[in-house]
């Protein structure tokens, strides 16, 4: 008896999609066997293919020395995007891998370790680097940067994004060369960097209090008055003060620190194992160098901006006071501005909300670019 023509088609069907679905299985999934396997599997899914896109991590001559960038996106003609990151020589290309990806299709992102910080520290060394390790050589830099940027790319201006130590650099910018900016970007602005230490440490002594943390207290109050006037906080007081306000989530909200964005660091596919082995000595050494002075600065006298300005707050930042860098919005006179709060974050904005932050670029940035 023959088979009817509709249920022999079912079934040739269904024995079709079964074939293709076997053929289609995935593999079992198996642990990266090194690092090196790890970090190739992160750059084959963020790898640019589009047909005008760029992927380029290479050195650059500024300020006299040889500097790494990573510049990244869909298509080169986009507006360029460079971040500064913070610190200082608390690098964020390593990490970028996870927050960035989406920027990339809107922007031409450019990712630069700073003079004494990640990759450019282990190119250098200490001893190269030590005799020029000051703010004005940082500044410098960064205006190098942005020149090399606007003739490699062909545009006459391009957007600046700081973050922490980097805003310190991206308001110089801002003042120095406005004419070179669609607009300045700050993620945890410093403005007036003693009052934003006294009220961080307040904060931390209260959390403290709360939690019944008799040691964390006691050894807050020994650093009384902490940052008093405008004298540098010694080193080992901003690191006791530091330890108890990460502890407390004043860094990364409602997390004990910056332990998983250090971490990432070991998947970037742009850093060797000599890179990531220097990182911290890196950071140590940036900080040594360059930290206690520029916490003396009161960047909130800045009045007047002559380009566009954007500031980014996490509504828990005590680390760099996003109230202080509120009050300060509210008296700088720029063209336009424009202040997001992003209220599950603290310090680490993009990290913590990486979608807002991608939104927020996309809309209250892209548009001042124009066409």
């Known amino acids: 008896m023959r088979t009817p023509l509709f249920p022999r088609c079912f079934l040739l069907l269904a024995t079709l999609l079964l074939a293709g679905t076997c053929v289609a299985a ?45 510049i990244r996106g869909n298509d080169r003609r986009n ?32 990712q630069w370790d700073q003079r004494g910080a990640g990759k450019t520290y282990v190119e250098n060394g200490p001893a190269t680097l030590a005799p020029t390790m000051t703010r004005e050589r940082m500044v410098q830099d960064a205006v190098e940067m942005v020149a090399w940027l606007r003739r490699e790319f062909g545009q006459d201006k391009v957007f600046v994004l700081g973050h922490s130590w980097g805003s310190y650099l991206g308001l110089e910018l801002a003042q120095r ?10 993620i945890g602005q410093i403005t007036d960097a003693p ?36 004298t540098p906080v010694p080193l080992a007081d901003l690191m006791k003060q530091r330890r108890w306000l990460n502890h407390y989530g004043g860094m990364v909200h409602n997390r004990r620190g910056g332990d998983a964005e250090a971490a990432a660091i070991r998947l970037s596919p742009e850093y060797s194992d000599a890179d990531v082995a220097g990182v911290w000595a890196a950071n140590d050494f940036s ?12 960047m909130g006298q800045v009045r007047t901006l002559d380009c566009p300005l954007l500031l980014f707050l996490g509504r828990h930042d005590y680390n760099v006071s996003s109230s202080l860098a509120a009050e300060w919005f509210e008296r700088v006179q720029a063209p336009s501005k424009q202040l997001v709060w992003f209220e599950d974050s603290a310090h680490e904005v993009m990290n913590e909300e990486p979608g807002k932050t991608l939104v927020s670029l996309v809309r209250y940035a892209l548009p001042l670019a124009g066409k």
Do not use: C
Request: aromatic letters at 10%; glycine letters at 8%; zero cysteines.
């Open 287 to 298: 900080v040594q160098h360059l930290l206690a002075e520029v916490l003396t600065l009161d």
């Open 177 to 186: 060369k406005p004419q070179w900016l669609h607009a300045y970007i700050g």
């Open 26 to 70: 995935p593999a079992p999934a198996v642990a990266p066997s090194s690092r090196a396997e790890a970090t190739k599997i992160v750059a084959d899914m963020r790898r640019v293919v589009t047909d005008e896109g760029v992927e380029r991590l290479e050195k650059v001559r500024i300020g006299g020395i040889e500097q790494w960038v990573s």
């Open 195 to 230: 009052e934003s230490e006294r009220r961080g440490w307040a904060w931390t002594r209260e959390q403290a209090r709360r939690d019944g943390n008799a040691a964390a207290v006691a050894e807050l109050e020994s650093l009384a008055p902490y940052a008093a006037g405008n």
């Open 79 to 110: 507006p360029v995007l460079l971040m500064l990151h913070g610190g200082p020589g608390w690098v964020a290309m390593p990490g970028s891998w996870y927050f960035q990806r989406g920027w990339e299709e809107y922007f031409t992102v450019v």
